[in-house]
């Protein structure tokens, strides 16, 4: 749904873009990796292909109601509500200024989002015919680089109000599938006191270890990071927005050569953890 098509779309949105990630999307877990190359401990420089087998959720249930011709995203940061009539209306989100819910069928709506005119992000979302699993396919062109698409499911944990549609409810996140390098790898250079981040979807920052906050390239909410030391082979990448922190991922490499990453979502308490392997 929406927490997966626009401030992480799904991965997109925790894991994809590593260190310049948007913050927010939905949930996540499963699909496969190369064979990774050795790093030693403490060497973040590279390029890194997160694992989503290793992705660890710690969050609130998703919260979805679409009843009476109305659709509403309850536990998005901020929620809205949009009507499903199939055309797009405004809504005030960090990566969207307009949101269009089409209902398919009994079990199966499609949500395209927009922003400044220009579609940012579109998510397929079909619930089982036991109303009990839901598999929602994004793809988010949010970022002037390559798309980020994938796949992610949800299992029930609340019912459906009286005749609502069987999206409706509380959704926990289940496995993660089909995610591409958009929304999988970034390449990280420390140099001095010089941290630079980029992705295949076009985003990358470049800020100075210990310094101020500087923007994020290609990022459409104009989310600005800042990086600090957090330990002898760990950096600490603090997101804000309007000011205000919405996230802090915490990367530290072991001495298996693995990247490990702590993701704290400021914005609605979650955390996820999830670790990468490098690449090259």
């Known amino acids: 749904m929406h927490k997966a098509i626009i401030a992480a779309m799904a991965a997109a949105s925790i894991i994809a873009l590593g260190a310049c990630n948007?913050?927010?999307?939905?949930?996540?877990?499963?699909?496969?990796?190369?064979?990774?190359a050795p790093a030693a401990a403490g060497d973040i420089n590279g390029t890194w292909k997160a694992d989503i087998n290793s992705v660890q959720f710690d969050t609130k249930p998703d919260d979805y109601l679409l009843q009476a011709g109305t659709y509403s995203c309850k536990s998005c940061t901020p929620a809205y509500s949009v009507p499903a009539d199939g055309a797009f209306h405004p809504v005030s989100l960090p990566y969207a200024d307009?949101?269009?819910v089409k209902v398919v069928d009994d079990h199966t709506i499609v949500e395209?989002?927009?922003?400044?005119?220009?579609?940012?992000?579109?998510?397929?979302?079909?619930?089982s015919a036991d109303g009990n699993t839901s598999t929602t396919k994004f793809t988010d062109t949010s970022a002037p680089g390559a798309p980020a698409t994938g796949e992610f499911t949800e299992t029930r944990v609340g019912p459906a109000p009286a005749g609502a549609h069987v999206v409706s409810g509380q959704w926990k996140p289940a496995k993660l599938a089909n995610f591409n390098d958009a929304a999988l790898t970034f390449t990280v250079n420390v140099s001095g006191d010089t941290y630079k981040s980029s992705s295949p979807d076009g985003t990358s920052f470049e800020a100075k270890i210990g310094g101020g906050e500087v923007p994020i390239n290609g990022d459409i909410a104009k989310t600005?990071?800042?990086?600090?030391?957090?330990?002898?082979?760990?950096?600490?990448?603090?997101?804000?927005r309007d000011g205000k922190v919405v996230g802090v991922t915490?990367?530290?490499?072991?001495?298996?050569?693995?990247?490990?990453?702590?993701?704290?979502?400021k914005m609605n308490g979650s955390?996820?953890?999830w670790s990468a392997d490098k690449q090259s």
């Open 224 to 240: 600005t990071v800042s990086v600090a030391k957090s330990g002898d082979n760990g950096y600490a990448v603090t997101r804000k």
């Open 112 to 127: 395209t989002s927009k922003k400044g005119g220009k579609q940012v992000g579109e998510a397929t979302t079909t619930v």
């Open 22 to 36: 948007k913050q927010g999307a939905s949930n996540e877990t499963a699909a496969g990796g190369n064979a990774s």
């Open 98 to 100: 307009s949101d269009a």
């Open 250 to 265: 915490t990367y530290t490499v072991g001495a298996d050569g693995k990247l490990n990453a702590v993701n704290e979502n």
């Open 271 to 273: 955390t996820t953890r």
